[in-house]
């Protein structure tokens, strides 16, 4: 039963978001937009988290902005900038978020949904998802900044060839071009994605959340981006987490990590 739009759970390190629309193959409304960045926001500074994983319920992750809301929210152009900004702040979020996030993807992902994955630090489908970017059977642009996350992650010639047919893609044309990370079978995906989570939640939080910055440093070329991934790196060197993870080599062990 569809009662909240988007669910949050946690337990272990790992929290889990999802898009909770089914009957509506999760389409996300302005409010869920908003929402979304506001969750990640709060997850990604709560130092018990290590890593989010965002899925969709039912059988697709997500068909994108709910476009049934389009005439009265997006039907001139100040509106359609304001409706803008609300999704690219949840790109944004999921971007910028300090530990990593991992798309679960089962069916469709089109459109903002597909700008959802493409944000993300992971993506990881089933064999029968599907991917699209139909903004120009609307008749719209994509924001500058989330195509820059779809350039990334697919690469420029099927960024360009999403953005200028709005076709459709299968998970193995997503695999081959670099979106998706691997494609698992549907009775095995919750465990994959629950293993790469918990993994990811084990390890030393200070190190991931450093080797993000610094993976963010390298693709932006930033000089801000950069100076924070020094600090972040830095800040490992006298870390409780260091000393616990020599400790641990030492005593061949398993070392337990507290982010400090």
């Known amino acids: ?39 990640v926001l709060l997850l990604s500074s709560n130092p018990d988290i290590r890593v989010i994983v965002l899925s969709g319920a039912g059988q697709d992750f997500s068909a994108g902005a709910d476009i049934s809301e389009f005439d009265t929210l997006r039907g001139d152009a100040d509106s359609a900038r304001a409706y803008e900004a609300t999704n690219s702040a949840a790109f944004a979020a999921l971007r910028n978020s300090a530990i990593p996030v991992i798309a679960a993807i089962r069916g469709i992902c089109f459109g ?12 990881i489908a089933t064999p029968d998802a599907l991917f699209a970017v139909p903004a120009a059977r609307l008749g719209l642009a994509y924001p500058q900044d ?41 009775e095995r995906f919750d465990a994959r994605v629950a293993e790469i989570s918990r993994t990811i939640a084990e390890n030393a939080p200070l190190s991931v959340r450093a080797s993000k910055a610094a993976i ?14 020094r600090a972040a790196g830095d800040a490992t060197f006298l870390s409780d987490d260091y000393a616990e993870g020599r400790a641990a080599f030492a005593g061949r062990r398993t070392p337990v990590f507290k982010g400090r």
């Open 1 to 39: 039963m569809e009662t909240e739009p988007l669910l949050v759970m946690t337990a272990g390190g790992v929290a889990t978001i999802v898009i909770n629309r089914p009957s509506r193959k999760n389409a996300v409304t302005q409010a869920m937009w908003v929402d979304l960045a506001r969750h």
């Open 146 to 186: 989330a195509m820059g996350d779809i350039v990334w992650a697919a690469g420029p010639q099927m960024a360009r060839y999403l953005i200028y047919t709005a076709g459709r893609i299968d998970a193995q044309a997503a695999l081959s071009a670099g979106f998706l990370l691997e494609t698992v079978e549907p």
């Open 112 to 123: 903002g949904g597909f700008g959802l994955a493409a944000a993300c630090d992971l993506r």
């Open 216 to 229: 963010r440093a390298v693709l932006s070329r930033d000089a801000g981006d950069t100076a924070l991934a």
